[in-house]
């Protein structure tokens, strides 16, 4: 990674992660527990978050 260079930071070098699916907005409190397990299937799925 460089900085302080005048450029912007890189990464590491080899393949791009997959993107993760979205996921829908919350719209209150009613469904932000459904939403947010929603978007860590998403993750999972993606192989971006590791099952516990």
């Known amino acids: 990674m460089r900085c302080g260079d005048g ?3 890189t990464g590491p070098a080899g393949a ?3 993107p993760a699916a979205s996921v829908a907005d919350a719209t ?3 469904d932000i527990v ?3 397990n929603e978007l860590l299937d998403s ?3 993606a192989g ?3 099952l516990p």
């Open 28 to 30: 209150g409190a009613d």
């Open 16 to 18: 791009s992660p997959e």
């Open 48 to 50: 971006l978050l590791r």
């Open 34 to 36: 459904a939403r947010f």
């Open 43 to 45: 993750l999972r799925e």
């Open 7 to 9: 450029q912007r930071p």
